[in-house]
T-cell receptor
């Protein structure tokens, strides 16, 4: 089992550009959450997708959008990139019927985005 | 003031030491408390979780929650060099299962 896979591993973009990050959840998982982890900080929740719809959203601007496909994979899109968007973007997946503690969430290794 | 405060360290200890990692929080609604370990260039992995106050033990790891003081701890006994990583505390209120993370404490266990 490959676990949660994210692509690309690293990415460099110019301020003002748009970026798309991809996530394939662990086999059997149907819910995908995205987090932003700035250097030296903990992950911050961006949004969660379930049944191809955004179920919950954190305190992030509309420049951050996402999508979930019928095979449960997901994309994170960021428009009009700012220098402050430089961070590690983490994807986490959870299986159906997960307990409230989200104890079965698995994180990918992340995509390191650098905006210059 | 952040909802979850965690000293970033680094905390450097010799192999075999007992390690104490701590977080404080301000949101009384938090009911679920978690500890994650994150190795360099990896995503976080869940170590332990507790609900409300009390202690929980799992091998060399013990998690404690004191809701009256809004203070949680993770103890690591007989620490090993392989325990060297960043330890993130996280917590969430009942009804909303999205965790709020601390900034993480960097732990270095030297042989």
């Amino acid at each position: 089992d490959a676990g949660v896979t994210q692509s690309p591993t690293h990415l460099i973009k110019t301020r003002g550009q748009q970026v798309t990050l991809r996530c394939s959840p662990k086999s059997g998982h149907d819910t995908v959450s995205w987090y932003q982890q700035a250097l030296g900080q903990g992950p911050q929740f961006i949004f969660q997708y379930y049944e191809e719809e955004e179920r919950q959203r954190g305190n992030f601007p509309d420049r951050f959008s996402g999508h979930q496909f019928p095979n449960y994979s997901s994309e994170l899109n960021v428009n009009a990139l700012l220098l402050g968007d430089s961070a590690l973007y983490l994807c986490a997946s959870t299986p159906p019927g997960t307990s409230p503690l989200n104890t079965e969430a698995f994180f990918g290794q992340g995509t390191r985005l650098t905006v210059v | 003031q952040k909802e979850v405060e965690q000293d970033p360290g680094p905390l450097s200890v010799p192999e075999g030491a007992i390690v104490s990692l701590n977080c404080t929080y301000s949101n009384s609604a938090f009911q679920y408390f978690m500890w994650y370990r994150q190795y360099s260039r990896k995503g976080p992995e869940l170590l332990m979780y507790t609900y409300s106050s009390g202690n929980k033990e799992d091998g060399r790891f013990t998690a404690q929650v004191d809701k009256s003081s809004k203070y949680i701890s993770l103890f690591i006994r007989d620490s090993q060099p392989s325990d060297s990583a960043t330890y993130l505390c996280a917590m969430s209120p009942g009804g909303s299962y999205i965790p709020t993370f601390g900034r993480g404490t960097s732990l270095i266990v030297h042989p």
